[in-house]
């Protein structure tokens, strides 16, 4: 119903900064709520960050509290991930997803909601 696209993962350094995002195809975009997820090599997908469908609550994982920042432009179909002061095990593959939720506060840290989600974008962290 919806596809998902990421970019702008690539090579960094430890310390320096990355703004993902993710491009919305659908024409009601604003009904989705919609998280980032992300995979390392050897371990399960995990939750980072999620927003609301209206951009008022956001959601974060513990290890990217103060670093990472969850944003949208629903004019745009676009969420968005910065982050600041990467470090090396920040490294994996970063996915986002859309959940169709009825609630326009709503926010989810599990898998489970998540309908639909993009082909991932790859960051990686050096020392």
């Known amino acids: 119903q919806v596809q998902l696209v990421e970019s702008g993962g690539g090579l960094v350094q430890a310390g320096g900064s990355l703004r993902l995002s993710c491009a919305a195809s659908?024409?009601?975009?604003?009904?989705?709520?919609m998280g980032w997820f992300r995979r390392a090599p050897g371990k399960e997908r995990e939750f980072v960050a999620a927003?609301?469908?209206?951009?008022?609550?956001?959601s974060y994982a513990d290890f990217v509290k103060g670093r990472f920042a969850i944003s949208r432009d629903n004019a745009k179909n676009t969420v968005y991930l910065q982050m600041n002061s990467l470090k090396p095990e920040d490294t994996a593959v970063y996915y986002c997803?859309?959940?169709?939720?009825?609630?326009?506060?709503?926010?989810?840290?599990?898998?489970?909601?998540?309908?639909?989600w993009g082909q991932g974008t790859q960051v990686t962290v050096s020392s």
């Open positions: 659908g024409r009601f975009f604003s009904n989705y709520a």
């Open positions: 997803a859309a959940d169709p939720t009825l609630y326009p506060n709503r926010v989810s840290t599990t898998t489970a909601g998540y309908a639909y």
């Open positions: 927003i609301s469908r209206s951009g008022g609550s956001t």
